[in-house]
């Protein structure tokens, strides 16, 4: 038997999506282990937090509302997690593969012993041994790789890898006892919030992106920025885009880049690589524009209009602003 751990990464309350797939992932990958799913919330805020995450098929909420985490740097939150981990026992944690998540499952990997999984983008179980699937190299190969000899695995999962599905009975809520103080050596100082952050590309509910048939970064600005404004959406670029200089690699969707699960996705000037498509593929509604109507990207698309970006774009935008008006 073991059990699943679903690491809450948030800031005084406010997540993102991934943590809910996480949840759901926990769930799913405990059901098939024949353990117990359990999340773990730190920090300001966690209490309002774990409320919501009751609400997922979890078994126990954890949480911890400690100033100390919010204080110091990371020293108390992989105390808390590998007290945690401990008493469930033999477990796979899984922590989003954000920044700050890739940082704190390096460390509590090493705490723990534990095996490290990176951008993890699926599982595989056989019994006990639970294998993730991962791609490397630049996106060259895709791996699978299984935790081996250790109580504990730890994975960082890519978001939108998963999905996020509420249900279960109602986890369980429990405090967290604090572990034994420790010197925390690393206290934060100062904070500033960026004012653009990879939230927006992630978490937006539309994502407007643009390929190399727009020809040149301006028309980032002034034909995709428009109607991704006009949807209250984010913006996106294929890996041609990105590797042409057009657009930071920050804005890259795709196999090597991010991966994103709008409601709505419009690809412009894009033709539809695999490579792009897995980035993007669970997206609720596809729709394409693009001067080819042959082009791959037609054959995974809701909606193709063929048609020059160039004349269609503004068209759309002025359409979305005078029916908004
Ligand atoms: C290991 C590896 C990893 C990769 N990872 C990624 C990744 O993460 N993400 C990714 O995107 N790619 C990735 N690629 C690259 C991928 O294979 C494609 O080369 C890339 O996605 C193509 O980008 P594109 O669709 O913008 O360009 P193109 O394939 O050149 O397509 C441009 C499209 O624009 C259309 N077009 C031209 N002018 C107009 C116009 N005026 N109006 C409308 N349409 C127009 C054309 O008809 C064409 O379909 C990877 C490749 C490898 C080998």
Redesign the pocket.
Known sequence: MRHVIAFAEHRKGQTRKVTYELATQAHELAQKLGGTAHAIVLGEGAGALAESLTKYPLDVVHVAEDPDVDAYLLDPTIDYLEGAARAIGSSIVLVPNTMYGRDVASRLAARLGAGLNADVTGFAIDGERVACIAPKL???TITTCAFEDCEYGVATVRPNAFAAQPGGAGARLETLAKPDAKPYRMRIVNEVEEASSELGLEEAPVVVSG???LGGAEPFTTLLKPLADALGGAIGA????ADAGWVPYSL??????KTVSPKLYIA??????I??KV?MRSAGTIVA????GT?PISEFSDLLVVG???QIVPALTKLINDSKA
């Open positions: 630049g996106g060259v390929g190399r048939g294929s890996r041609a885009a890259q969707i795709g196999q090597t880049g412009v000037g894009i033709s539809g690589a490579q792009h980035g524009i693009n001067k080819d082009a020059d970006a160039f």
